[in-house]
């Protein structure tokens, strides 16, 4: 079976700091993979997706960049946070051809 | 952008009654899904429909894809604690490699 696994779980970062999250996808391959901002109690916005190795489409012009160095390895990153970009990231995979999108279990990102 | 309209944005019911939400869009889509999200969790997927008219069941709950091709409704029958969470609704057009989502409908359950 799949699992997507989403690291760290929480952060808390200053200002102007650097950001990588990890997110990596195991019994499948060449998915789909996506990320997602999710404000709190709000919906979920797209920044990027990528359906394959250095294929990166970005949704909305923002503080963030995506990669994708290996086929089931998704990394978000910012070389200087704001505040807004405070919120849950979610990442999500999915088959070629299908349209179905499981999600990570996220990461709380916190600037202060 | 695409948007979705999902209503209601948030419910409030005795345990036991039964829930309808539904998304409706102006343009046409090819496939509808619905998500559950617990706080602190990654939408879990519970629904996924993909011919108009499509009428599907999971357990209590049960979704269907409009003949028009822009709504959905997604009801759940007898409500127990565990069904509080965000439900959102999501739909791709045709060709397109992402996603629209609805922005949730809360649902929240009085013991």
């Known amino acids: 079976s799949q699992t997507i696994h989403q690291w760290p779980a929480t952060l808390v970062q200053p200002v102007g700091s650097p950001l990588s999250l990890e997110c990596t996808v195991e019994?499948?391959?060449?998915?789909?993979l996506y990320w997602y901002r999710q404000a709190a109690g709000r919906g979920l916005q797209l920044l990027f997706y990528s359906v394959g190795i250095g294929q990166i489409s970005s949704e909305v012009p923002q503080n963030l960049s995506a990669s994708r160095p290996q086929d089931r390895q998704f990394i978000l990153s910012s070389k200087k946070l704001l505040l807004s970009d405070s919120g849950f990231y979610l990442c999500?995979?999915?088959?070629?051809?299908?349209?179905?999108?499981?999600f990570g279990p996220g990461t709380r990102l916190t600037v202060t | 952008g695409q948007q979705l309209n999902q209503s209601p944005q948030s419910m409030f019911i005795q345990e036991g009654e039964d829930v309808s939400m539904n998304c409706t869009s102006s343009?046409?889509?090819?496939?509808w899904l619905w998500y559950k999200q617990d706080p602190g969790e990654g939408p879990v997927l519970l629904i996924a429909l993909y011919k108009a008219g499509e009428l599907t069941s999971n357990g209590r709950l049960t979704a269907q894809f409009g003949i028009t091709r822009k709504d959905s409704f997604l009801n759940i029958s007898a409500s127990i604690p565990s069904d509080v969470g965000i439900y959102f609704c999501a739909g791709q057009l045709r060709g397109a490699q992402k996603l629209v989502f609805g922005q949730g409908t809360r649902l929240t359950i009085n013991p």
């Open positions: 019994g499948t391959s060449n998915p789909n």
């Open positions: 999500a995979w999915s088959k070629l051809a299908r349209n179905e999108q499981y």
């Open positions: 343009s046409i889509f090819n496939t």
